[in-house]
């Protein structure tokens, strides 16, 4: 598949368009009042009501696992490395990235090939300040080499593996160190995890066996010696608990071979420097292990009281409203006003919430009972031409919990879809709640950004929990 690049602006199809103008064109005027409009609940021609749901817990299937997708022209987005290996709610994860390195240009020549005294080897990867977890908590990152190359023009989902051997070197480190500072040749240095590697990977370059298999010669001839990298958590390390982001892309990540050479006028110290390149492919595994979790023994067919949403690659949940039919069956075609589904965290004493914080947005579509896919709420997204989640809402809000405890709140505005549903009698789909990297419907030509990578997880009240009970309120009106 080709590598996407990621837009920061969303794009409609003649299709989408259609879409919107049809739905519109059908939908009550009276529905279009703003939040800050509502009429007031008078209990004779405008009524408040609030309907049960029913919550399912899921994990997200392989076909719907996020791709990697380049930010920008020529660059990588934040990949992320770490372990956790301690999260009662969720269980374990673990995260490996897949890099290459290259020269700027080729042919790379020393400057003097047959005096070259190696120092030193390190790779270098530029933090980019996120950490979830435990930063106070030992990991230890093994580098080895890959067996085979990235392709540079496709992308690979989360699940993506591959074969690496030869292990080149190892960094045990506490994740609260990556933005100390450091001085190096004159050089300040911080956001950046350093990480020493086998002088044999430098000699190499410096000293080739054959003049013509050089690999500094060509591109090709580089290939075939370095075909990339692979930063994999060690596994022996079971107090880790926690996930990094790096930017491979970055001016501060690059294998940095430090060296001396003598020349006859002169003795001096100097360095070669291989990066990301555009040559260059990239890729992220991420595993995710729920066995013995508490999220793992919701995992089954059958409504569930609480509701584990984990931020992508992750977990899901299913919302079926049946008590909507029973509304529309009894009130007829009204007027709906706001239709607000609403949900709040549940307070996890001792469970670590406050370093396994809850994601940022949860996201809301349906299952199209027809074509069988996920579709975004259209109409409640839609406004001046383009579509917004963030209409929806779904963007995490703190407030005061059960026992005065700080708990994430998260609200979603559906009137719209609802009043198709009353008004002309579309179906009443299931709904899916996700903490997805990003919004993305590629009939639709939409691609949006929405949490980071991996970052976040949140237990919420279902439909039938006693304390914190998810539900879908309506303020409508009688015609």
């Known amino acids: 598949m080709n590598r996407i690049k990621f837009l920061t602006f969303l794009t409609f199809s003649a299709s989408l368009i259609f879409l919107v103008s049809n739905y519109s064109c059908n939908k009550i005027k009276s529905t279009d009042i703003g939040t800050d409009l509502l009429p007031i609940i008078d209990n004779i021609v405008t009524f408040d009501t609030t309907l049960e749901v029913i919550t399912e817990n899921g994990i997200v299937s392989d076909t719907s696992l996020p791709t990697i997708l380049s930010v920008y022209a020529g660059g990588t987005p934040s990949l992320i490395a770490g372990q956790i290996n301690n999260d009662l709610q969720f269980g374990k994860t673990t995260a490996s990235m897949f890099f290459q390195f290259m020269p700027s240009s080729f042919p790379f020549n020393f400057e003097a090939s047959d005096s070259l005294y190696l120092d030193s080897v390190v790779l270098c990867m530029a933090w980019n300040g996120f950490v979830f977890g435990d930063t106070n908590l030992v990991q230890k990152f093994n580098v080895f080499q890959l067996d085979s190359t990235l392709r540079s023009d496709s992308s690979y989902k989360t699940n993506f593996t591959t074969k690496y051997n030869d292990l080149v070197g190892s960094k045990t480190f506490l994740p609260s160190v990556l933005n100390d500072s450091l001085k190096l040749l004159g050089q300040s240095l911080a956001n950046q995890l350093r990480i020493p590697l086998n002088k044999s990977f430098g000699e190499a370059l410096l000293h080739p066996k054959s003049i013509d298999q050089n690999p500094l010669l060509t591109d090709s001839l580089f290939r075939s010696f370095s075909k990339g990298f692979a930063v994999v958590p060690d596994a022996n390390v079971s107090s880790a608990n926690a996930l990094m982001g790096f930017n491979l892309s970055d001016s501060n990540s690059y294998i940095k071979i430090y060296y001396r050479y003598d020349t006859a006028a002169n003795k001096d110290t100097a360095s070669m420097v291989l990066r990301y390149t555009t040559t260059t492919g990239y890729a992220n595994n991420i595993t995710r292990n729920y066995n013995n979790s508490q999220a793992f023994a919701t995992f089954k067919t059958g409504q569930d009281s609480v509701v584990y949403i984990q931020a992508s690659p992750g977990t899901n949940c299913a919302i079926k409203i049946p008590a909507l039919d029973i509304f529309k069956a009894k009130k007829g075609n009204v007027v709906i006003h706001r239709a607000e589904l609403s949900m709040q965290q549940i307070p996890s004493f001792g469970q670590q919430d406050d370093v396994f914080s809850a994601p940022d947005v949860i996201y809301a579509d349906y299952l199209d009972s027809a074509s069988k896919s996920l579709n975004p709420f259209i109409l409640d997204g839609f406004s001046q031409g383009s579509y917004s989640s963030a209409l929806l809402g779904g963007y995490k809000k703190m407030v005061n919990g059960p026992l005065g405890v700080s ?56 439909g039938n929990n006693k304390t914190q009970k998810m539900s879908l309120r309506v303020i409508y009106s009688k015609l």
């Not at 789909?429 to 929405?450: D, E, F, G, M, T």
């Open 407 to 462: 708990v994430a709140e998260y609200k979603f505005n559906l009137s719209r879809y609802l009043q198709g549903i009353i008004t002309r009698n579309y179906p009443n789909n299931v709904i899916y709640l996700s903490a997805p990297n990003y919004i993305q419907y590629n009939q639709l030509y939409i691609l949006q950004k929405a949490n980071l990578l991996a970052k976040g997880r949140v237990r919420l009240g279902g």
